[in-house]
């Protein structure tokens, strides 16, 4: 197609210097966090004074709004269309009552008064609290002067960390795992046992206890229940002959 050398570095120059000029400059930004239900405030801290277009999208194939200079932002159909405001100062998108499928790197393009464009990536995640676990003991094994414990800690399948407590503070383990595994003696048990669930915006926890290395305590409730018969029987009877 060429006929020289010279020819084909000319054109690679023209192709190099044309991407140049329509090339994006892309910025990253770190990551948002979000409980559901909260209002969030997507923004970047130097918009280019006048620019001629601004557009947020949630993906790179879809808009969420999209201002011309001097004329109202148009909001696109979407399921952003109600709960989103774009702060014209500022450039920042509000987004009220987010849930968790708004996550995503949300993209902001801006096409300047010269011609380039700049976008920046703003990254969002928005997490639900984590439920209430609870602790189920799967097995309790005496073995030697001791017990093997197996206790899991159960929620409906959601993203989480676990991290396991005794009395002497946590135990050393991989954080994603939901169960304990351990041989304790009689010096070394632990009264206790907690597991805590988290997640980057909320925390819960369950705790079962031992009264020997291998003997659950009766739990609270069933104790208030029988406080609570020892002293209403005696005293309703007590009525009852009176
Ligand atoms: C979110 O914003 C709306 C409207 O401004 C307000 O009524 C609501 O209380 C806010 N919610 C939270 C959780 O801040
Ligand atoms: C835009 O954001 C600025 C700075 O946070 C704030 O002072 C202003 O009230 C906002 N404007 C609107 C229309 O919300
Ligand atoms: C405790 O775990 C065992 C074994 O995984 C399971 O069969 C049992 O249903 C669980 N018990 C409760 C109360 O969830
Ligand atoms: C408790 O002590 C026994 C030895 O008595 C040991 O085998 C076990 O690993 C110890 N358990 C913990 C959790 O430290
Ligand atoms: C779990 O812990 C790791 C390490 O601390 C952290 O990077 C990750 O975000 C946590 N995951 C959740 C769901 O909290
Ligand atoms: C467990 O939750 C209670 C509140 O429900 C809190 O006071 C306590 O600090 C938590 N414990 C752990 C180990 O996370």
Redesign the pocket.
């Known amino acids: 197609m060429f006929s020289s050398r010279w020819e084909q570095h000319l054109a690679l120059e023209l192709l190099l210097l044309l991407h140049l000029f329509l090339a994006t400059t892309i910025q990253g930004h770190s990551k948002q966090i979000a409980i559901s ?3 969030v405030s997507l923004q970047i801290s130097n918009l280019p004074a006048d620019y001629k277009i601004l557009t947020w999208l949630y993906t790179s194939e879809q808009k969420i709004v999209e201002h011309w200079n001097a004329d109202k932002p148009h909001y696109f159909e979407s399921t952003f269309k109600h709960r989103v405001v774009l702060n014209l100062s500022t450039g920042a998108l509000n987004i ?1 009552k987010v849930q968790k499928e708004d996550s995503s790197t949300y993209l902001l393009r801006v096409v300047k008064a010269a011609g380039n464009e700049e976008e920046w990536k703003i990254p969002l995640e928005v997490f639900d609290p984590v439920p209430k676990p609870r602790i189920n003991i799967t097995t309790t094994q005496e073995v030697n002067n001791g017990c093997y414990l197996n206790i899991a800690c159960e929620i409906p399948d959601q993203s989480v960390n676990y991290t396991w407590y005794g009395e002497s503070g946590p135990f050393p383990r991989a954080p994603q795992s939901a169960v304990l595994e351990v041989t304790v003696g009689p010096q070394n048990y632990s009264k206790f046992y907690t597991c805590q669930v988290s997640n980057p915006v909320s925390s819960e926890n369950d705790t079962v206890y031992f009264t020997s290395p291998c003997e659950q305590a009766i739990s609270s409730g069933v104790a208030w229940i029988a406080t609570w018969l020892a002293i209403t029987v005696p005293t309703v009877f007590g009525l009852l002959w009176t």
């Open positions: 239900g909260s209002n009220y």
